[in-house]
């Protein structure tokens, strides 16, 4: 789930160690497996493959899938799927705009998957290109702050080419154009900066602020989403106030 909110990212990191262990770990391996497929599988000549492999460790998939997913990827083992990376646009309830990116083996279970989960959740699907222009494709790096400031973030990648640096309670969000998302990284690297993930991601161009209800519906469909197996990432434009979060967190 991205978005400026506070409560969505603290939402998503739970969702991490939950029941929805199992489809994440999946995931995960799907992005090394094709990311060493596309640029090789020498992480340190494929920065690609690097940020999935770190991101998955982050996340506790252990070294031995790891391994695997990249030698299946890079040809040194069978058994790699053919993985075709499909974007869906949608509306959510209240004309929240939804972007889901799929990676499957099979286009029509995805398609499929992803027109149930909408109708069944206050969404409908939309043609391509009504709802992808509202959003842009960056660099995206989290970080936890483990007593840091946005300052001292800032400091360490305003060169690499960082646009900005956003709070997100716990944890920075820096925002760069998918091109300097390495320097940016390397940046963090160079100034002992621990860093999460890094990854190519969208944001939405303009937000549309929703009240309580609206974003629980919101979150209701993202949920759901993320339940399908070819289902890699969901976007929205929805923007949480700290006030309507702060109703969330009640819940």
């Given at each position: 789930m991205s978005g400026h909110s506070k409560w969505a990212t603290t939402k998503h990191k739970k969702a991490g160690i939950d029941a929805k262990r199992g489809k994440l770990f999946a995931k995960l391996i799907k992005n090394i497996e094709v990311a060493a497929r596309t640029g090789g599988s020498d992480p340190d000549g494929n920065p690609t493959l690097y940020d999935a492999i770190q991101k998955a460790k982050k996340s506790s998939v252990p070294n031995d899938n790891i391994e695997r997913a990249r030698k299946r990827g890079g040809g040194e083992e069978a058994g790699g799927a053919d993985w075709q990376t499909i974007m869906y646009e949608g509306y959510g309830p209240n004309g929240v705009a939804v972007l889901i990116e799929c990676l499957t083996d099979n286009r029509n279970r995805a398609a499929g998957e992803v027109r149930v989960a909408m109708t069944r959740?206050?969404?409908?699907?939309?043609?391509?290109?009504?709802?992808?222009?509202?959003?842009?494709r960056k660099g995206i790096v989290n970080l936890e702050k483990n007593g840091l400031s946005e300052d001292d973030v800032l400091m360490a990648v305003l060169d690499a080419g960082a646009e900005e640096v956003n709070d997100l309670g716990d944890s920075f969000e820096i925002i760069s154009e998918p091109t300097d998302l390495i320097a940016v990284r390397s940046a963090l690297q160079a100034a002992g900066m621990d860093y999460e993930s890094a990854e190519s991601g969208f944001q939405p161009s303009m937000s549309v602020p929703v009240d309580a209800d609206t974003a629980r519906k919101v979150f209701k469909l993202v949920d759901a989403l993320e339940d399908s197996d070819d289902v890699q990432n969901v976007f929205t434009n929805v923007d949480i106030s700290d006030e309507v979060g702060a109703q969330l967190e009640n819940d």
């Open positions: 959740n206050g969404g409908s699907m939309a043609d391509p290109g009504s709802v992808s222009y509202l959003f842009h």
